[in-house]
């Protein structure tokens, strides 16, 4: 079951703010953000654990609400470089046979 | 460190032939997976595997095979190729299965006609 991302698609002036969403219907154990420039392999931002703790990017910030299934990501004072596709993945157990299943990803689009 | 390294980087395929895509990683990764990418469809798991020997379904598995002799390679293999596997293929890779950074590979874009 892939996590819903909204929106689906974002214009920004550089600048202003941005906030991507992902929920699903399982329980979570971790979300993960990843970011896709075009014509290039994603490249990973964060992941957000349950239990609070969060790894990755310095300029990113990131939430995950367990009791809700949801993550949202923030884009703050956006550049042209966050320009992309931004997917997040979720994996719903802590165990070795878990695997990261990813959303249909949302469209960032910078304008200087 | 090379990092992901998946060939070819291109491939047009007649339908019914088959192929096998490589990948290969340099950085003692245990967690290896392979991802389709359509327009419109996000990343979709096809295969992954947690070391070498042990592979899995992931949600997409349907015309495609897998193994993993070592913990190096984890190819992909076409059986049939079919115009509905026309498509770009990623393969990442990550230290563990738990929640460490996924790499990923620069893909390969593959028609089927």
């Known amino acids: 079951q892939q996590p819903v991302q909204s929106p689906q698609a974002v214009i920004l002036r550089e600048g202003e703010d941005a906030v991507i969403n992902c929920s699903s219907s399982?329980?979570?154990?971790?979300v993960h953000w990843y970011r896709q420039k075009h014509g290039e392999a994603p490249v990973f931002l964060m992941i957000?654990?349950?239990?609070?703790e969060q790894k990755g990017h310095e300029k990113i910030s990131a939430s995950f609400n367990e009791k809700k299934q949801q993550s949202s990501l923030y884009l703050t004072a956006s550049q042209l470089s966050y320009s992309g596709t931004y997917f997040c993945?979720?994996?719903?157990?802590?165990?070795?046979?878990?695997?990261?299943?990813f959303g249909k990803g949302t469209r960032l689009h910078i304008l200087p | 460190n090379a990092g992901v390294t998946q060939t070819p980087k291109f491939q047009v395929l007649k339908t019914g032939q088959s192929m096998t895509l490589q990948c290969a990683q340099d950085?003692?990764?245990?967690?290896m997976s392979w991802y389709r990418q359509d327009p419109g469809m996000g990343l979709r798991l096809i295969h992954y595997?947690?070391?070498?020997?042990?592979?899995d379904q992931g949600e997409v598995p349907n015309g495609y095979n897998v193994s993993r002799s070592t913990t190096e390679d984890f190819p992909l293999r076409l059986l049939s190729a079919a115009p509905s596997q026309t498509s770009v293929y990623f393969c990442?890779?990550?230290?563990?299965?738990?929640?460490?950074?996924?790499?990923f590979g620069q893909g390969t874009r593959l028609t089927v006609v």
């Open positions: 990442a890779s990550s230290y563990s299965f738990e929640n460490t950074e996924a790499f």
């Open positions: 399982k329980a979570l154990y971790s």
């Open positions: 957000l654990l349950k239990g609070g």
């Open positions: 993945g979720t994996e719903k157990k802590k165990n070795r046979d878990d695997k990261i299943i």
């Open positions: 950085m003692n990764h245990e967690y």
């Open positions: 595997s947690v070391g070498a020997g042990i592979t």
